[in-house]
């Protein structure tokens, strides 16, 4: 099959079921989706023109992993998005295959103002998965792709570097491109290989140039880092990368100094971009105004193994989201600081507040004009709180609650999500709270399958899916150990 016979079926498939999967229950209020099948880690995030554009990883033949393709939306401000027609599909001998496809990448603009994407074709023939990296053209903004006649443009691994090698990275730096690798240096992601990314080096996007390892796991970041991204912010260069293989960190960061000519990433700091259960395979682009926006898959791999199925959403039609585009900064300590992006904002409708509350062991329900899809800023006062714990009952009824809990005795925040649903959220998440300063501002946004939090100024933050679809759910408030006072509580109502 041509690639245009490819794209023209993926598209019938996705028409035709639509207009089932919008119907379902758990669709998001405000968060992206495709409008069917399966949809997972963001691609090509490029802002351009006045437009913000997201491709990703998408089947559009059922809603469970499998045959790759990108699908394509376009946003004038991250959060209405136009489903545009999917852009890239398996078609040739090089990343056809039902178990493979057009994996992730990235998209550039060329010096003939064509977009570029950068993918890696996964195919197998019978020998094993072979991961190879190819570019296809867009020169009308994104809508069709031809597949370049010479791909792959990277056709082997490295020496060293097992058959792990994806996700390529491209970047303009000093008037050359770059590409970084995700790759598992040794016996493999699976085989307690280790996780590195590599450095490749281009004058015309054509004929690469491999430079070598930039940085490497050395026992400390999983077995291999799937979806790499470089990019400098505030003075330094981040590395972000979703390691395999590393218990609960799934969007590590870390912080540095990138000497393109050795290569070498060198690391002063690393931290985690987000601590819930979803947030994976994280790229970032840069706006007109100077803004570094992270994309995220608001999933992972690991929930998928908990009930052998891809989850509650596959039975209507439909499975993946992005968690919220954010904005990142770097602070003095060279931890990044992530902020929802103010264009939510626009979406907040029915403001209630809350001026100078004091909280103990009784539960107090915080008013809210929608209890589902909704975003609520709590500004507590430190000075005044001698309470151990504040508990947040989240889509709460008398049976059924999510738990978020500061703890200030142990300077911890927790989401617990055992009680959250019918049964199909589990476990608890837990990280470390600074807790500088004399306020703690809790940050929360919650729509029909999701809650993220950020707090800490914007250090911790944690993306979660939960699945509550019963009635009566209310969010309130209760402190163990002493009192817990707010400054204020703000909700609205979110909707697009
Ligand atoms: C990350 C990932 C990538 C790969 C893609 C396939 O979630 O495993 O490494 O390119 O998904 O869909």
């Given at each position: 099959m041509t690639h245009s016979e490819s794209l023209r079926k993926a598209q019938e498939a996705i028409d035709k079921s639509a207009p089932l999967a919008s119907k379902g229950r758990f669709r998001q209020h405000y968060h992206f989706m495709a409008p069917a099948g399966w949809l997972n880690d963001p691609n090509g995030c490029i802002w351009r023109r006045g437009t913000y554009h997201l491709f990703y990883q998408h089947?559009?033949?059922?809603?469970?992993?499998?045959a790759m393709h990108w699908g394509h939306a376009t946003s004038a401000d991250l959060l209405h998005w136009q489903h545009q027609p999917v852009a890239l599909a398996p078609s040739e001998v090089y990343d056809d295959h039902p178990q493979g496809g057009v994996f992730s990448g990235s998209i550039v603009v060329d010096e003939n103002d064509a977009l570029c994407a950068f993918y890696t074709a996964t195919a197998n023939h019978g020998d094993g998965f072979i991961q190879t990296q190819c570019m296809a053209h867009s020169r009308d903004g994104g809508i069709s792709f031809q597949k370049y006649q010479d791909n792959p443009v990277i056709a082997s691994v490295p020496e060293g570097i097992s058959a792990d090698f994806r996700d390529p990275r491209v970047i303009r730096h000093n008037g050359l491109w770059y590409m970084v690798l995700g790759a598992s240096l040794g016996k493999g992601a699976w085989h307690g290989g280790e996780g590195c990314a590599c450095l490749y080096r281009s004058e015309n996007l054509k004929k690469w140039e491999y430079c070598g390892i930039i940085a490497r796991s050395e026992g400390r970041y999983g077995t291999m880092w799937e979806c790499p991204d470089l990019f400098p912010l505030d003075g330094k260069w981040i590395l972000t990368f979703s390691p395999m293989f590393m218990g609960g960190r799934k969007a590590v960061y870390l912080t540095g100094e990138m000497d393109f000519d050795v290569p070498r990433?060198?690391?002063l700091g690393d931290g985690e971009i987000d601590w819930g259960c979803e947030y994976y395979a994280v790229q970032s682009m840069l706006d007109d105004g100077g803004r570094r926006i992270l994309m995220a898959w608001q999933n992972g791999w690991d929930w998928m193994s908990w009930w052998k199925d891809f989850g509650p959403t596959a039975q209507e039609g439909w499975c993946g989201c992005m968690a919220l585009p954010r904005t990142v900064t770097l602070d003095q300590a060279n931890k990044l600081i992530s902020k929802p992006v103010c264009e939510l904002e626009m979406l907040r409708k029915n403001k209630k507040k809350i001026v100078g509350l004091k909280v103990g062991t009784e539960k107090i329900s915080i008013p809210c004009s929608d209890p589902v899809s909704f975003e609520l800023k709590m500004e507590i006062d430190l000075t005044q709180t001698a309470a151990q714990k504040l508990h947040i009952l989240l889509r709460a009824n008398t049976e059924k609650y999510t738990v978020v809990t500061v703890d200030f005795s142990t300077k911890k925040l927790r989401f617990d999500r055992n009680n959250s649903d019918d049964g199909y959220s589990r476990g608890i998440k837990e990280c470390d709270l600074?807790?500088?300063?004399?306020t703690c501002i809790v940050h929360l946004f919650s729509d029909i399958s999701s809650i993220e939090i950020f707090t800490d100024e914007g250090m911790t933050t944690m993306s979660n899916k939960v699945y509550p679809l019963h009635v009566n759910q209310k969010t309130c408030v209760w402190a163990e150990g002493g009192d817990a006072f707010f400054k204020t509580i703000n909700t609205w109502a979110l909707g697009l």
């Open positions: 089947n559009p033949y059922a809603a469970v992993w499998g990433f060198n690391i600074l807790l500088t300063g004399s």
